[in-house]
C-alpha cells in the first residue's frame, strides 16, 4: 500500500476513510491533467469519454473548487448608496434668493446603516472655511448635528435616488430640502427653503461628483 500520508492517521490508528478520501481525489486530480494534456495533444474530437472518471472529476470539481464561485460577503453584496462621494458645487449653474457670494462650497456624503453623514464645507468670498456635520438615519427622526445653524436634522429616503431632509431650532422646521440625484449619478441637485431669524431665503444647489 506504500507510505501513507501522516494526516491519515488518527492517534497512531489507520485512518480508512480519510485516506479513501485522498484516494480518490487524487485520482480524479489525475483524471483533470490527462483530460487537458489529451486535449493539448490531439483536439477535442479525439478525446474518449470515460463515464466513470467523469463521475468522479465531477464530484472532484464540487468537493474542491467550490473557490471558483464567487461568493461576496453580506457587506460586499449590499449596493452602494448613489450618494455617496464628494460633490463640489458648480457655482454658475446654482441660483440663490437672496444673492450668495461665498466662494466655494463641497458636500462629502458617507453611507452609514439606513443613512449618511454629511459633511458640508464652504470658503467665504474672505477665503475664511466654514464646516458643518450631520448624521442622520432615514426614519424622519431628529439627530444633533455639529456647528451648523440648525439644532437637529432629520432624513427621509422617497426612493433611490430621493432624499428629504428637514433642520430644526427649538423644535420647529426652519428649513427642508429635497436632494435628488441625476440617473447617471453625476449629478445632485439640492433644492432648499427656509426661513432663519426673520429671513426668508431658498436655493437651488447643483452639485457636480469628484
Known amino acids: 500500500m506504500g507510505v501513507l500520508p501522516r494526516t491519515c492517521l488518527v492517534q497512531g490508528r489507520f485512518n480508512e476513510e480519510t485516506f479513501a478520501t485522498r484516494s480518490f481525489r487524487a485520482r480524479a486530480w489525475r483524471t483533470l491533467c490527462t483530460f487537458f494534456h489529451k486535449r493539448i495533444q490531439t483536439g477535442v474530437s479525439e478525446l474518449r469519454f470515460n463515464p466513470r472518471r467523469g463521475i468522479e472529476f465531477a464530484i472532484f470539481l464540487v468537493t474542491n473548487c467550490t473557490v471558483l464561485v464567487p461568493v461576496q460577503s453580506p457587506v460586499l453584496a449590499q449596493s452602494k448608496d448613489p450618494f455617496a462621494g464628494t460633490w463640489l458645487l458648480a457655482r454658475g449653474k446654482s441660483d440663490f434668493e437672496p444673492p450668495s457670494n ?42 444633533p448635528t455639529e456647528n451648523s445653524p440648525f439644532e437637529t436634522m432629520s432624513l427621509k429616503r422617497i426612493d433611490a435616488n430621493t432624499i428629504e431632509r428637514a433642520g430644526k431650532i427649538k423644535g420647529q422646521v426652519v428649513e427642508t430640502s429635497t436632494m435628488k440625484l441625476s440617473e447617471d449619478g453625476k449629478i445632485l441637485m439640492l433644492t432648499t427653503k427656509g426661513s432663519f431669524e426673520g429671513q426668508v431665503y431658498s436655493s437651488t444647489q447643483v452639485f457636480n461628483r469628484q
Do not use: L, P, W
Open 102 to 143: 461665498f466662494f466655494k462650497r463641497t458636500m462629502i456624503i458617507e453611507s452609514v446603516d439606513n443613512g449618511h453623514k454629511c459633511i458640508v464645507r464652504t470658503i467665504t468670498d474672505r477665503q475664511q472655511t466654514v464646516e458643518y456635520v450631520y448624521q442622520a438615519q432615514f426614519d424622519g427622526k431628529d439627530t
